[in-house]
């Protein structure tokens, strides 16, 4: 069941050009669930202009029932869903977003992160001020319900192998995709297949996540036992 995300904090403008805000740290809410860590941040440059703070903030609180079906979605497959994601959106000048990805997602599933996605990139932004985009970005982290039985975490040395054949493949959708910057983190079942896969990185991690994606899912690793076990890999 997906528990509902709390209020954003608000950020802080720079009225410097060429200056990059930082995100905005938000107080600790233990709300039993998702919790919010970082409110929006936004950067001016001479592309990139302000945001109205009041309207990103509402925007993003108005996602949450889409964001929440999505994971919803995703724990009819995986009841274990949890983790971190860090959104970051570039919104036009129309107040449509032109793009959106995950810097960091923990999930370990591309379907209910392209949800997520999804729904950001359809919502109505307002439009920036002084520049031809602006930035928001805000991160949450989702917690499973009570009761379910978490993966066990994996580092590499737990995996076997078949390791460097995952790096291989994330580096080869890396250096197709443009992306400077990809991580993957899998969830593998009992008998060492890869179940699901989730994408972060930098805007080309976006045009490699099916590349991964579906190279990922061809690799073997060890058994992690009687229950799933979850790993983060990247292509270094």
Known sequence: MFR???????????????ST????????????GA????????GMDADIGALPE???TATFQKSQTELGRCVDQGRTRLPYLSGTVHFKVRVGSSGKANEAHLTLSTLGDRDTEACM??????ASWPEPVGGREGIAETEFTFDADG???MPVDWDLADAGKNVEKAKDAIRRCRSSSGANMLVATVYVQTD??????????????????????????EVKFNSPGSFAAKLVLGDS
């Open 35 to 42: 919790h919010h860590h970082e409110g929006p941040s936004i």
């Open 117 to 122: 996605l999804g729904a950001l990139r359809s």
């Open 4 to 18: 509902r995300l709390v209020p954003l904090a608000p950020f802080a403008i720079l009225v410097a050009c060429g």
């Open 192 to 217: 060492g297949s890869v179940l699901s896969v989730g994408i972060s990185g930098d805007e080309g991690a976006e045009k490699a996540a099916d590349c991964v994606s579906s190279a990922l899912k």
């Open 147 to 149: 009761g379910v039985r």
């Open 54 to 56: 009041g309207q990103v």
């Open 21 to 32: 805000a930082e995100p905005v740290a938000a107080p600790d809410t233990d709300d039993g």
